[in-house]
């Protein structure tokens, strides 16, 4: 393997990673503005403290993102130890974030969305108290789903760069 063909394969790469932050950052302003509009709009007290909650895990979301899963760039250097080495690295980073996505993308947001589905629950008048436990039960449920498939979906990827990360050991000298 050449050092270009390296770089090439680390550029492409980085590419992916960088443009898969930037949609993940458009989420997670979606959910700010979303959350801050509930915020505003619902009168209920416990609605909007789970808004805030919401707003708060997302902005550590994006903080966590940035810190752990930020795209970096190949330094200069000609040597194909660097190059495979740099790029391995980075591979074994993005992987490790995505093992643990559930820690740090998915459980600070739990505590928030349960508030605020119970400030909806006591807020919408939907019925006896039963459908609104119901509901919430539903929501939450529907939410955990997601989440779970978000979980799983983020394993998957993190197999494929172990792969990766084979391979490139496979010929590292």
């Not at 760039?73 to 993005?94: I, K, S």
């Not at 978000?150 to 993190?158: G, S």
């Amino acid at each position: 393997m050449t050092i270009e063909r390296i770089r090439q394969e680390a550029d492409v790469f980085q590419h992916r990673i960088w443009w898969r932050n930037v949609r993940e950052y458009g989420a997670i302003a979606i959910v700010v503005i979303a959350f801050g509009l509930y915020f505003k709009w619902f009168p209920n007290p416990v609605a909007r403290v789970g808004s805030a909650m919401v707003i708060g895990g997302a902005l550590y979301v994006a903080y966590q993102l940035h810190r752990r899963a930020s795209s970096e760039t190949m330094p200069a250097g000609d040597a194909l130890e660097n190059c495979l080495g740099f790029h391995r690295h980075e591979l074994e980073r993005q992987r490790d974030a995505l093992q643990s996505v559930w820690r740090w993308s998915l459980v600070p947001l739990i505590p928030g969305l349960a508030v605020f589905v119970a400030g909806l629950a006591v807020q919408v008048p939907i019925g006896p108290l039963r459908a609104r436990i119901a509901f919430s039960v539903a929501s939450l449920a529907v939410v955990g789903g997601i989440f779970w498939l978000v979980a799983k979906w983020n394993r998957n990827a993190a197999r494929k760069l172990q792969t990766e990360i084979d391979n490139l050991r496979a010929i590292e000298p």
